[in-house]
């Protein structure tokens, strides 16, 4: 099959959070069982450039309509770890991706409606005909859309689409204005079964235009799929995911298994698995070295992630103390846009600076992320929702065990310790369910106690994790068998 990937991030060039890791495991798979994958990102000014491999001109010159002009864009090639990536690039005094970061502009429904229309129009310029089209998170949610409408009628007439929410927390909500933008006609969108919100008069939905124009719409873990239809975590999007039901699944996320492993991992010192995992205990030291942290006979725990109110900071910062009072040493690692968060974070970490057994890194940093899940014993994700969380996985692939909030992709991957009625082998960390301090309190406890009282317990609790797999094998496999079910035949 030949798949196009449309997306606004792919790590490691474009990465924001687990977004990208998706795009770039999903694609690696896709690859390996034989389907031709190909990923197309905006131009970024911020990316990685050091990550491509030969980047060059793919497509001189072709120009993409948008309101009453035409925005002249060039597009180039390059092997991100031997993915075939395309990247548009606009000359416009809109300056769309040239802005230092990803995200948080005010013009961001305006930046990616260009760039849906750019990909569609490099596509139809260089004669691309995908089998699928698979479009991620509202960034992408006018891809289907102008598919269906106008360039169907053109070229473009096999794709079908496959469309993945990754987060409904953020649904890309405009004006009709950016319709018109794109070359579509408001008056016929603005309608409840089409692109209009489901709650505010007026304001057009990127996110259910997606959803509603696609052939597949996926999100990525069963639970939260359930959560999303039924529950208020739906953020308006529940009544659309019920009439639309039966094109909808939750096919729960991988981790690419070439970048994280710790027995292959070249950003930790040392390494070792599930069958030997001693030598995780010597990077614990060597992450103690590399943070001036004491070396005492104390758990790590750790905190790798996004400072975003979703990530229950609250109980983030709760953690922090919680394990300094009772025994343990802390590291967490993450950022925050929301200046109001960064400073909170950034006053606490002014006040732990002479703690020897705290460290706070406020910073996005990929390479320390890695000693960090190899170093520490426990993960903390208090998350108030978590679609999927890679966080977690990622550190039961490193024998660290995740301490959790029982929602969304959490509670598909985590089983108590104590309280599951899975069989021993499958346990594999702690989990909770109130999102207050108690809550948290009752995991967190059960697992620092197990540390100190139940070592041989936790360690196997610990090994459990590194034995399950939550590559994409499996999720691949769903991938593909969805592509199946909608291709063009
Ligand atoms: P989300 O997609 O909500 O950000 P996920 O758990 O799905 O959360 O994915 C987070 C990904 O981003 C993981 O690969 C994690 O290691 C990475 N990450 C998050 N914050 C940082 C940071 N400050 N430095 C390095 N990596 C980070």
């Known amino acids: 099959m030949y798949v196009v990937m449309v997306t606004p991030e792919c790590a490691p060039v474009a990465k924001v959070g687990g977004l990208g890791d998706v795009v770039q495991g999903l694609s690696y798979e896709l690859t390996i069982r034989g389907n031709a994958v190909e990923v197309i990102l905006p131009k970024y000014d911020c990316m990685r450039y050091d990550r491509i491999a030969g980047l060059s001109k793919a497509c001189d010159s072709f120009w993409v309509p948008f309101y009453d002009q035409a925005i002249h864009?060039?597009?180039?090639?390059?092997?991100?770890?031997?993915?075939?990536c395309f990247f548009i690039e606009p000359h416009s005094h809109h300056n769309f991706f040239n802005r230092g970061i990803f995200y948080g502009h005010r013009d961001d429904p305006e930046r990616y409606a260009f760039f849906c229309k750019a990909a569609l129009e490099f596509m139809l310029k260089t004669g691309r005909h995908p089998d699928i089209l698979h479009c991620h998170d509202w960034q992408t949610g006018l891809v289907p859309l102008l598919l269906f409408e106008s360039y169907k009628l053109r070229d473009l007439s096999?794709?079908?689409?496959?469309?993945?929410?990754?987060?409904?927390?953020?649904?890309?909500?405009?004006?009709?204005h950016i319709l018109r933008q794109?070359?579509?006609?408001?008056a016929l969108f603005m309608r409840p079964d089409r692109a209009l919100d489901d709650h505010t008069p007026g304001i057009v939905n990127l996110m259910k235009t997606g959803i509603v124009f696609s052939n597949f719409v996926t999100t990525v873990s069963p639970r939260?799929?359930?959560?999303?239809?039924?529950?208020?975590?739906?953020?308006?999007l529940q009544r659309i995911l019920q009439v639309h039901g039966a094109k909808f699944a939750g096919v729960l996320n991988g981790i690419d298994y070439n970048t994280w492993n710790p027995e292959i991992d070249g950003g930790i010192p040392f390494h070792y698995s599930a069958d030997e995992?001693?030598?995780?205990?010597?990077?614990?030291?060597?992450?103690?070295?590399?943070?001036?942290?004491?070396?005492?006979?104390?758990?790590?725990?750790?905190?790798?992630?996004?400072?975003?109110?979703q990530k229950g900071i609250e109980l983030v910062r709760h953690a922090i103390f919680y394990a300094l009072t009772h025994g343990c040493q802390f590291v967490l690692l993450g950022t925050s846009p929301d200046a109001r968060i960064s400073?909170?974070?950034?006053?606490?970490?002014?006040?732990?600076?002479?703690?020897?057994?705290?460290?706070?890194?406020?910073?996005?940093?990929?390479?320390?992320?890695?000693?960090?899940?190899?170093?520490?014993e426990m993960i903390v994700i208090p998350s108030i929702y978590e679609p999927c969380g890679l966080t977690q996985m990622i550190g039961m692939k490193y024998g660290t065990v995740p301490v959790v909030r029982n929602t969304g992709g959490l509670a598909d991957t985590v089983f108590d310790a104590d309280y599951t009625p899975r069989p021993y082998h499958e346990r594999n960390g702690f989990?909770?369910?109130?999102?207050?301090?108690?809550?948290?309190?009752?995991?967190?406890?059960?697992?620092?106690h197990?540390?100190?009282n139940a070592p041989q317990y936790f360690r196997e609790l610990a090994v459990n994790g590194m034995r399950t797999d939550y590559s994409w094998n499996r999720p691949g496999r769903d991938y593909l068998n969805i592509y199946e079910a909608i291709r063009e035949k």
């Open 73 to 84: 864009c060039d597009a180039y090639a390059g092997l991100v770890d031997g993915l075939q």
């Open 158 to 176: 096999h794709p079908r689409v496959c469309f993945t929410l990754h987060n409904v927390g953020h649904q890309g909500h405009t004006g009709e």
């Open 182 to 186: 794109v070359g579509l006609n408001p």
């Open 224 to 236: 939260y799929a359930q959560e999303i239809r039924t529950t208020t975590l739906g953020h308006g």
């Open 277 to 309: 995992p001693e030598n995780k205990y010597r990077n614990k030291e060597a992450l103690r070295r590399r943070l001036l942290l004491r070396q005492e006979f104390k758990p790590m725990i750790a905190v790798v992630g996004r400072l975003d109110r």
């Open 343 to 376: 400073h909170e974070f950034w006053q606490l970490k002014h006040e732990l600076n002479d703690n020897p057994d705290c460290h706070l890194e406020l910073a996005y940093n990929e390479e320390l992320s890695h000693l960090i899940y190899a170093g520490a």
């Open 431 to 448: 989990v909770f369910n109130d999102y207050n301090y108690t809550g948290l309190e009752s995991a967190l406890n059960r697992a620092v």
């Open 450 to 452: 197990m540390w100190y």
